[in-house]
């Protein structure tokens, strides 16, 4: 069966010391932020963590934070960073196939890489095993709707807000909420030219595929760029406030949607 070890996602992933704009610091801080609101004295799983930005923040109000990734190169990064804490712990695993007992946890979080996952359904019904009874899950992705939406090299599936909304709910997951943050909508001149220029280059398929060339245009539109630390902190970057939206249609207003999902056994 096809799956997705032995791809390289350390090319197309947040890295430290990876140059990013001002909004993509923001994007990264404000969905570690969010998560932290359901945390507190919680047991954590963030599956897909990456090279762990956001696990040294959470783990300032969860009780206990695990972090895993399928990349192991990729996760060498979270486990230097991170070998002398002890509320954090790293493990090498696939989404699809979580190496955890039945209700392990509290809240499970699954930022920017659901679009990755050859059988997406697979993950959820995993992520609802792995809950508690009340226990939460929150999966941030890019939204397939906003009109400068470019996809991302190893990605197989992108959703839309009821495409997402609908694969938490045949999964069992109960009060069910979708949020979207970051206007699509350009606000300024610089930024209309700058989602003029990106349509043509997505249309001609020019925008470079890992993060090392996409910030070599970011830094000729935008100016100069700042690293991203190996842990994000408090204050380190304007919070975007998510916004409530609708389950029944495509919604073209925001960059980033969010799902919240309930795990509720009556």
């Known amino acids: 069966m096809e799956n997705l070890k032995g791809k390289r996602f350390i090319t197309v992933t947040e890295l430290p010391t990876t140059k990013a704009s001002r909004e993509q610091l923001s994007r990264l801080y404000t969905r570690y932020k969010f998560a932290s609101e359901f945390c507190k004295n ?17 783990s300032k109000y969860a009780k206990k934070v695990i972090g895993g990734d399928i990349d192991k190169d990729v996760l060498r990064f979270a486990q230097g960073h991170y070998k002398n804490r002890e509320k954090i712990k790293l493990l090498l695993f696939d989404a699809e196939d979580l190496p955890f007992k039945n209700e392990s946890f509290d809240v499970l979080i ?26 939460i899950i929150i999966i941030c992705t890019v939204n397939k709707d906003w009109s400068d939406f470019n996809p991302s090299p190893y990605s197989n599936k992108y959703f839309s807000a009821p495409e997402l909304f609908n694969l938490l709910k045949i999964n069992k997951f109960k009060n069910i909420q979708l949020l979207g943050n970051f206007l699509a909508e350009p606000t300024n001149f ?22 090392e060339g996409k910030a070599v ?5 935008l100016g100069k760029l700042v690293e991203l630390p190996a842990e994000i902190t408090e204050g380190l970057a304007h919070y975007e406030p998510l916004y409530p939206i609708s389950n029944k249609k495509p919604n073209y207003n925001y960059k980033i949607l969010f799902a919240i999902g309930h795990k509720i056994k009556k």
Do not use: D, Q, W
């Open 110 to 135: 699954f930022f920017e890489a659901i679009y990755y996952l050859i059988s997406p359904e697979k993950f959820i019904e995993e992520a609802y095993r792995v809950l508690r009874n009340n226990g």
């Open 190 to 211: 610089k930024e209309k030219l700058i989602s003029i220029v990106k349509k043509v280059a997505i249309r001609f398929k020019i925008i470079p595929k890992t993060m």
């Open 217 to 221: 245009l970011k830094r000729l539109f």
């Open 42 to 58: 919680k047991t954590l799983l963030e599956v897909a963590c990456g090279a762990g930005l956001g696990l040294g923040y959470l």
